[in-house]
């Protein structure tokens, strides 16, 4: 292509500040980050705080899995507790008639309850995305509640109310939480993994290009139906994985604590506080918001007061930041950024003014029939307030 | 030779009818403008032809191939790109992401790769620098001014290298100078071989730039022609494009 004369477009040109931090900051950050868990059960190997370990990691999958699907897409879902059944009943009837031993074998039939729930997610998927906005979250919801019937009505498969009992394995009790919290972090990382795989793939780029604007997207070639359900399988294996590794935690399955309607509000909270459709949102909210719960819930929780802690804190989050902790934390770390450079090309500009002032006094004494003197470049330097902000 | 081809096309919304029976030819390597009044039904027929919306009757044919009633994204694929009367971008990606998403890759494993390919970027960005916003690659679209975003949807077009380019309303909100800029950038793209298709309101802007002006009228084709002959048609000038400017002509 032939590049023609290039018309100004009316604004300036601002200079580029980027809007993450960079590459090496965000790789130690994850890496301290990882290695702070690693060593966790080893710094607090107190049951009572493994165990807070534990459901914190199995929501860090979940709200990944969430995030891959709704964050990306911008398809908000509150009927994931859904596949967070399938996952736990998968394993639970695997499991039992599979006879497979109680410990560590049992996570063995974790990919299988991710795969179960995957190709489960591709059938309702396709009906449910066939809508948008409210009527798609109104359809989650009822997907939802028709499995959670069926598990109490399919009483020779399910065992109805009465639920599903399933054998502890025999480590001792001051071990028994570590194998969970371990296996919730590989699953952790993997889910991280794949959430990264998607925002940086091609497809991925048209998961997020269907978010702005799923008709525009159409229209440059993206294939939505298919995108936005490849997305819904994937997101679905991660929330049957975190059920999977939920059963044999608690040594039961029920209809109503397996396709839990709260279990998608407690997820999209979390994603939301962190940050929806980025990252590190999902992962931030899940660290400190999960443990935060429990915490309160063991102080205040005989009255249902941690309840109200917890929504306070909610409420004073999205208030204080509004698009999630981790989008904040960027933009404030942008602004800093924007500020230095202000300052330091004020600080350039103020000599060369100096030095230009300076230059024009002389010429003028030596030649007072000269013109006016012309702005002087280094102005030109200085960006002008708010003009090189973009909001994101 | 006709690259595109719209056969006694129907479209109806309750009983309003949009379009009545339209057919038209486009010509291969032409700066097709098509005109008419509001509610004349030009946008309804971008919308038939890309797959925005199904035609309840008739046919629409490109290179030949029978496209009518198929899907916005195949469209697309086979090389029919469209803007919009209301700029549409993708806010929240950055310029360059927004070009990205319009490059084309066969087959789902070429998906799975990085959208950051070496070739893919340098094409993004020469596409950036033909249109003036290579400063801006890296900036969050929703963030440019509407005339920016127009040339960002007509760059993102371009760099799929469709071979018809449908432009709805490209002068609507633009200022002169930048409106110059774009007809030479449809001049240049036009002399490579792309074919345009422009709804446009203003006359000037149609008649300086198109080879072969096509008039709509109540859902059907009226005439079409080169610019001085529509512009001269007195049926035209007084059902179309009004006293005014017939009084300016």
């Known amino acids: 292509m032939t590049a023609i004369d290039v018309t100004p477009t009316g604004a300036a040109a601002p200079e580029h500040i980027p809007y993450e931090p960079p590459r090496q900051i965000r790789w130690t950050g ?8 690693a060593v966790f059960p080893l710094l607090f190997p107190n049951p009572a705080v493994t165990s807070i370990a534990v459901i914190t990691m199995i929501f860090l999958v979940a709200a990944i ?48 309850a991710g795969l179960v729930c995957a190709v489960a997610a591709v059938p309702i998927g396709y009906v449910v995305l066939r809508v948008r906005r409210h009527t798609f979250i109104i359809l989650t919801v009822a997907v939802m509640f028709i499995l959670q019937l069926l598990a109490f009505n399919l009483v020779s498969w399910t065992n109805g109310s009465g639920g599903l009992e399933m054998s502890f394995p025999t480590w001792q009790g001051s071990y028994f939480n570590e194998p969970f919290y371990y296996v919730g972090l590989v699953a952790a990382v993997v889910a991280c993994a794949a959430s990264w795989w998607v925002r940086r793939s091609k497809y991925g780029l048209g998961l997020l290009s269907i978010r702005d604007d799923e008709d525009r997207a159409r229209g440059l070639g993206i294939n939505a139906a298919r995108t936005k359900l490849i997305a819904y399988a994937i997101s679905a294996f991660f929330v049957g994985v975190a059920g999977g590794l939920y059963a044999p935690f608690i040594g039961s399955v029920y209809p109503q604590f397996g396709f839990d309607p709260t279990f998608d509000l407690a997820v999209a909270v979390l994603v939301f506080v962190g940050g929806i459709g980025t990252l590190s949102g999902p ?39 509004p698009a999630g902790i981790a989008p904040s934390v960027t933009q404030l770390w942008r602004r800093v950024l924007v500020a230095r450079r202000r300052a330091a090309a004020r600080s350039r500009a103020v000599p060369a003014l100096a030095v230009q002032s300076s230059a024009v006094q002389s010429s003028a004494v030596q030649s007072p029939a000269a013109g006016p003197p012309e702005a002087p470049p280094a102005t030109a330097a200085v960006p002008q307030a708010g003009g090189d902000e973009v909001a994101r | 030779m006709s690259i595109l081809q719209v056969s006694d096309v129907r479209k109806s919304y309750g009983g309003i009818q949009a379009l009545a029976g339209c057919t038209m030819t486009f010509e291969e390597g032409a700066i097709n403008g098509l005109i008419g009044p509001n509610g004349s039904g030009k946008t309804t027929l971008f919308n038939v032809i890309s797959g925005y919306e199904t035609a309840d009757a008739g046919q629409v044919t490109l290179r030949g191939k029978d496209i009518t009633n198929a899907r916005a994204d195949q469209v697309f694929a086979l090389g029919l790109g469209r803007t919009f009367q209301i700029t549409r971008i993708f806010p929240r990606l950055t310029v360059l992401e927004n070009l990205h998403v319009a490059t084309q890759r066969r087959g789902f494993a070429a998906q799975l790769r990085s959208w950051k390919s070496a070739a893919e970027r340098s094409r993004a960005m020469e596409v950036l620098e033909f249109v003036g916003l290579t400063p801006l690659a890296e900036e969050p679209a929703g963030g440019l001014s509407y005339g920016q975003q127009k040339l960002l949807e007509f760059a993102f077009i371009t760099v799929a290298r ?10 609507g909100g633009v200022n002169p100078t930048l409106l110059r800029g774009l007809a030479d950038r449809i001049r240049a793209l036009n002399k490579e071989g792309i074919t345009f298709v422009i709804v446009e309101h203003d006359m000037e802007f149609v008649m300086g730039l198109c080879d072969r002006v096509l008039v709509m009228h109540q859902g059907c084709a009226l005439t079409a022609g080169a610019p001085e002959e529509v512009r001269a048609n007195p049926d035209v000038l007084e059902a179309y494009l009004g006293s005014d400017m017939r009084e300016a002509g």
């Open chain 1, 30 to 37: 994850t890496g301290l980050l990882l290695v702070f868990l």
């Open chain 1, 65 to 112: 899995g969430w995030n891959i699907f709704s964050g990306y897409s911008g398809y908000i879902s509150i009927g994931h507790a859904a596949y967070y059944g399938i996952g736990q009943y998968t394993v639970a009837l695997l499991a039992m008639h599979a006879k497979v031993p109680a410990g560590w074998d049992t996570f063995g039939l974790l990919p299988v």
């Open chain 1, 283 to 321: 992962v931030i909210g899940a660290l400190l918001l999960i443990p935060l719960q429990q915490y309160f819930y063991l102080q205040f929780g005989n009255a249902n007061l941690y309840l109200i802690a917890y929504g306070v804190l909610f409420i004073l989050i999205l208030r204080l930041l």
């Open chain 2, 162 to 171: 469709p071979s018809v380019m449908l432009l709805d309303e490209p002068a």
